[in-house]
């Protein structure tokens, strides 16, 4: 981050890769998808979406293989649609990565993360969008059921999160998380 504050995402590159090829076996330095991400997310938070997504994208190179690197450069180009225009075009990026050669890298958790960051910004409605189309999109998976009922519930809609435990609870009677969440909704 210094380097870029200093003199920009070019040169973080650069560096990134100088390093990388210097030290890649030292255990100097570390090089693991996560760390990259990190930074990336670090540019994204102070808007700057399009030096985030270059570095987001070397990191994808470097690991074209993981799911962090990859997917976080979707999450940030779906976070850049939001910034610049509103939550449809964030919900039509989504789409349209899903139906892309990257749909591979499309989960759960690239909408949930979204969804929360948008939550965290104060645009309850918006991250209930997002909260939605995730799961319709993964309707068999709990993370988005409990996302988009939380975010009902803290958007002053209680009933209608209480109810998506509820049915999230008749088709896995045995959902324990679900189950504590709902007794303590209750």
Do not use: C, K
Request: hydrophobic residues 45%.
């Amino acid at each position: 981050m210094e380097t870029y504050r200093d003199d920009g995402v070019d040169e973080t590159i650069t560096r990134y890769r100088a390093l990388r090829g210097r030290y890649e076996d030292a255990d100097a330095y570390d090089f693991r998808p996560l760390v990259l991400a990190r930074v990336a997310a670090q540019m994204a938070a102070t808007g700057a979406f399009d030096d985030a997504i270059a570095l987001a994208s070397v990191n994808a190179e470097v690991y074209p293989e993981d799911g962090t690197a990859n997917g976080t450069v979707l999450m940030l180009e779906i976070q850049r649609a939001y910034a610049a225009e509103d939550v449809a075009a964030a919900v039509g990026v989504f789409d349209a990565l899903d139906a892309s050669d990257r749909s591979r890298w499309v989960t759960f958790s690239l909408l949930d993360s979204v969804g929360w960051t948008i939550h965290r910004a104060g645009d309850e409605d918006g991250a209930v969008t997002i909260f939605r189309r995730n799961l319709e999109r993964f309707p068999d998976e709990y993370i988005p059921h409990e996302s988009l009922a939380d975010a009902l519930i803290f958007a002053d809609d209680r009933e209608a999160g209480i109810a998506l435990y509820e049915a999230w609870l008749q088709r896995h009677p045995d959902h324990e998380t679900a189950r504590r969440r709902l007794n303590g909704l209750r």
